[in-house]
């Protein structure tokens, strides 16, 4: 797979603001935030797209929602409530092809997305 932007902050060449790390994921502040918060979940493990979960990767991916979860309870957003998204390719969104869990939390979201993006 591809070298990506998010290789270079798991190895820490370059920066981010890290919230969580373990064995097997980092969570990070995203740089162009869409909410009040506005956090990435990513797998250690490079996975181009949600495309490329294989089987063996469904704990891996399971793991991502629990450190999203514990998050937001450790960072009180938790009963209010967030969303925890995936983008995958061209019409999902996906500019960077290492998977990665979107969570945006701090006011109430809009959904669904077909309708936010016609007010637009
Ligand atoms: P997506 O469009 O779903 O692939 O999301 C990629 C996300 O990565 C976007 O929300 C970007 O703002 C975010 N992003 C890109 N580069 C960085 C970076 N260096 N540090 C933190 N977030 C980043």
Redesign the pocket.
């Known amino acids: 797979m591809a070298e990506t932007?998010?290789s270079?902050?798991i190895d820490k060449s370059?920066a981010?603001?890290i919230l969580y790390e373990d064995e097997l994921a980092l969570a990070?502040?995203?740089?162009?935030?869409?909410a009040p918060i506005?956090f990435?979940v990513i797998p250690k493990k490079p996975i181009a797209t949600v495309n490329d979960i294989e089987e063996a990767d469904k704990s891996l991916v399971g793991h991502l929602y629990w450190v999203a979860a514990k998050l937001a309870k450790d960072m009180g957003f938790a009963e209010q409530g967030y969303r925890a998204v995936?983008?995958c390719n061209e019409h999902?969104?996906?500019?960077?092809?290492h998977i990665?869990l979107?969570v945006l939390a701090g006011k109430p979201l809009g959904w669904p997305p077909y309708q936010d993006r016609l007010k637009v």
């Open positions: 932007i998010f270079k902050i370059i981010a603001d990070f502040s995203d740089i162009n935030p869409q506005h990435l995936m983008n999902g969104g996906q500019t960077v092809y990665h979107h």
